[in-house]
């Protein structure tokens, strides 16, 4: 008797996902049906899923390619820009120049990290992880650019890491819990 749900259309999945709750004969027959004959519970579809997933599909390991895939857009975009000798940056011309696509390249490519961790990560956390872009940007623009960063700037990127590991300490414990 699946189809007791009063939601719009009964093949809503909404309705699907509580129709075991709404047929207790069903939710008790797929909890004895899940048993080995040892009478072990065998292992749910998440579970063996989970066990089987690469480590590199590690929702923080994900958050941390995102960010530092941004950070290094940010600085591909703009040896890309600085190389283009003519006078207004958004001409034809940066459409062939490779350090901007190396840059839209690591947008894409951070873009498909982010979506990825935000499937296991909670958005508070991961965004205040990613707070680490002005780290990175920052420490990135000194290498590689040459760029000076002021002293007050660098109290700045300090206060920033202060932060994030603040963030990132309760998000470690809640980890360890799970």
């Given at each position: 008797m699946k189809g007791n749900c009063n939601f719009p259309k009964p093949s809503h999945p909404f309705c699907k996902r509580i129709s075991g709750f709404l047929n207790p004969e069903s939710a008790m027959s797929k909890a004895t049906s899940k048993t080995k004959s040892d009478n072990v519970p065998a292992e749910s579809e998440d579970e063996a899923r989970r066990k089987r997933k690469s480590p590199f599909l590690h929702p923080y390991l994900q958050l941390?390619?995102?960010?530092?895939?941004?950070?290094?857009?940010?600085?591909?975009?703009?040896?890309?820009?600085?190389?283009?000798?003519?006078?207004?940056?958004?001409?034809?011309?940066n459409f062939f120049a490779y350090w901007i696509w190396l840059g839209i390249l690591a947008?894409?490519?951070?873009?498909?990290?982010w979506l990825y961790a935000l499937?296991?990560?909670?958005?508070?956390?991961?965004?205040n992880l990613a707070a680490t872009n002005h780290i990175m940007v920052a420490v990135g623009s000194r290498l590689f650019l040459g760029e000076a960063i002021s002293s007050?700037?660098?109290?700045?990127?300090?206060?920033?890491?202060?932060?994030?590991?603040?963030?990132?300490?309760p998000a470690a414990r809640a980890e360890?819990?799970?």
């Open positions: 941390f390619i995102s960010i530092i895939l941004t950070a290094a857009s940010q600085i591909f975009l703009k040896i890309g820009v600085d190389a283009q000798l003519v006078s207004p940056w958004y001409t034809i011309s947008v894409i490519g951070s873009l498909f990290s499937k296991s990560v909670p958005l508070i956390i991961a965004f007050r700037r660098w109290i700045g990127v300090f206060l920033v890491a202060v932060g994030v590991f603040f963030i990132a300490r360890e819990k799970l």
